[in-house]
């Protein structure tokens, strides 16, 4: 009963940016929690930030300070902005969330590549 369309991936060189999106559509219920997470090859997926309802928000050690997740409630939507993107930080990125009816849903994933 519901789907996230991400977008915003690219490449870019060490100390670039990029705006990574996701959009949720098709639940009746309303979200809880929004997060992005990340999977590198060869690794596992691991947390980069999330935000839940009230606004509060955390990030992984290795993005504080260089990585921003915000959200516009009207058009169900999350963003995270990735600066001064380093090589590590090439991964491929999941959108998900949680709704208040107890389910959750994953984007398809966007590339995000850094070159040094």
């Known amino acids: 009963q519901g789907q996230l369309v991400e977008s915003g991936g690219g490449l870019v060189h060490a100390g670039g940016s990029l705006r990574l999106s996701c959009a949720a559509s098709?639940?009746?219920?309303?979200?809880?929690?929004m997060a992005w997470y990340r999977q590198a090859s060869g690794k596992h997926r691991e947390l980069v930030a999330s935000?839940?309802?009230?606004?509060?928000?955390n990030y992984a050690d290795s993005v504080n300070g260089r990585f921003t997740i915000s959200r516009d409630n009207a058009k169900n939507s999350v963003y995270l902005q990735l600066n001064s993107l380093k090589p590590e930080d090439t991964a491929v990125y999941y959108c998900t969330v949680w709704y208040y009816n107890g389910r959750n849903y994953w984007g398809q994933g966007t590339q995000v590549a850094v070159s040094s």
């Open positions: 098709g639940s009746t219920s309303s979200i809880h929690v």
């Open positions: 935000m839940s309802n009230g606004g509060s928000t």
